[in-house]
């Protein structure tokens, strides 16, 4: 789990620790809990395709890499509301498809239960920057980032919620919803940005 604030002067939290770990160890412990019986054969498939997880490698920088699982996220979104991806110049189109490939395959409740898998990896690769370097400045703003969608995905799951009675289908929102509401409010805790050091007032 993400311990941003095993330490008592960690830099990126702003009060004490106790209850930001118990959330964060509730939002790792959520893919391991929230499954259903008739969803135990998604804990078998990847979150993610051959080459998103490629470009997760080849990112070893954590915000970056946040980027990754992010778009990663997104893309699913778009598949489940029928959203149309934007529309880049060719020789954009081709790039990005060579990057990231076809799109992810699969039910509605399967592309739900990846998004899951993808909040929980992501906050895996927090955690693990942040037991090796607590005062990384990459931290707070990866936290920052994940935080800023994860608002945006509740909007789009409360409204997911509300179209289906799928039995499967809810019981993965409700697992996205739980993972992104700790996301939330762990990222809520996080202290204020400090100022670019580009933005201080030039002398006199």
Known sequence: MI???????????????????RLLGVAIAAAAFFLTPGL??????DH??????????????????????????DRRF????????????????DKDQEE????????????????AGI???????????????????LISRSMRALAA?????????????????DVDELSAIEHVINNANEIVEVGSKLRPPAPDSDKKKKKP
Do not use: C
């Open 3 to 21: 311990k941003l604030a095993d330490h008592p002067n960690n830099p990126h939290m702003d009060r004490p620790p106790s209850k930001v770990n």
């Open 48 to 73: 993610l395709t051959d080459q998103e997880s490629e470009l997760v490698r080849d990112n070893q920088q954590l915000d970056k890499r946040i980027e990754v699982f992010i778009k990663a996220v």
């Open 100 to 115: 990231w490939g076809e799109l992810p395959k699969g039910t509605r409740a399967e592309l739900l239960e990846d998004i």
């Open 78 to 93: 778009a598949i489940i509301n029928g959203t149309p991806q934007p529309t880049p110049k060719k020789k954009e189109k």
């Open 149 to 165: 969608v994860s608002n945006r995905y509740l909007n789009a799951l409360s409204a997911l919620k509300n179209q289906t009675r």
């Open 119 to 137: 909040l929980d990896e992501a906050i895996t690769n927090i955690d693990d920057v942040n037991r090796r370097d607590e005062k990384n400045p």
């Open 40 to 45: 135990a054969s998604a804990q078998t498939r």
